[in-house]
């Protein structure tokens, strides 16, 4: 609820800009003769999108090998609390033995 609280201006800015600019824009590729005719709005709306995708990726991959390197300290971890555990745990025999003569 609180995300869509905060997205809504955000959204409806977008929505503002994107009516508001609607002429035509051509783009094209310079050493090709590709081109295409597309709304200002849509032109700018999408190249920013991808280069914020973009951004994000150059953003998120130096930290896959520390993530990874935490994945398996956190996975010998659980490995090690569990053989103390069952180290600790005391067997019948040992029970017995701290209970004293009966």
């Known amino acids: 609820m609180l995300r869509l609280i905060l997205a809504t201006p955000f959204i409806i800015v977008l929505v503002a800009f994107a009516l508001s ?3 035509p824009v051509r783009l094209g590729l310079w050493p090709t003769d ?3 005719e597309m709304p200002l709005s849509i032109a700018i709306l999408g190249f920013s999108a991808v280069f914020f995708f973009l951004g994000a990726l150059i953003t998120w991959l130096p930290g896959l090998k520390t993530r990874n390197r935490a994945n398996r300290a956190e996975k010998r971890l659980a490995v090690h609390e569990a053989r103390i555990k069952a180290a600790a745990t005391p ?3 040992t029970r017995n033995l701290l209970a004293g003569p009966q």
């Open 21 to 23: 600019n609607t002429d």
């Open 34 to 36: 590709l081109s295409v």
């Open 91 to 93: 067997t019948p025999i």
